[in-house]
């Protein structure tokens, strides 16, 4: 699955989108909220749950309910959105 968070830069600006870089992670290793561990949680979801949670970003951050995402146990983060959704 691939990630990317936009924003606005203004009124009138255009949207810009940045794909998030899951860097040397191999494909399919699982994102986790801060504070979880992989028995918390379903080995698997489907793609409409996944979509029923908003994921944001906040300060570079990339969260849900307030709660930074983890990869690998380190958060992950944006470099270009500071403020933003991912889609």
Avoid: Y
């Amino acid at each position: 699955m691939l990630l990317a968070a936009g924003d606005k830069a203004g009124e009138g600006q255009a949207e810009r989108c940045e794909v998030l870089d899951a860097g040397d992670a191999p494909t399919g290793t699982r994102i986790l909220l801060e504070g979880l561990s992989a028995l918390d949680t379903p080995a698997e979801i489907s793609i409409d749950t996944f979509f029923s949670f908003p994921i944001t970003v906040k300060d570079f951050a990339v969260q849900h309910g307030g709660k930074n995402l983890c990869l690998n146990g380190k958060n992950v983060r944006t470099s270009v959105i500071r403020e933003g959704l991912t889609n």
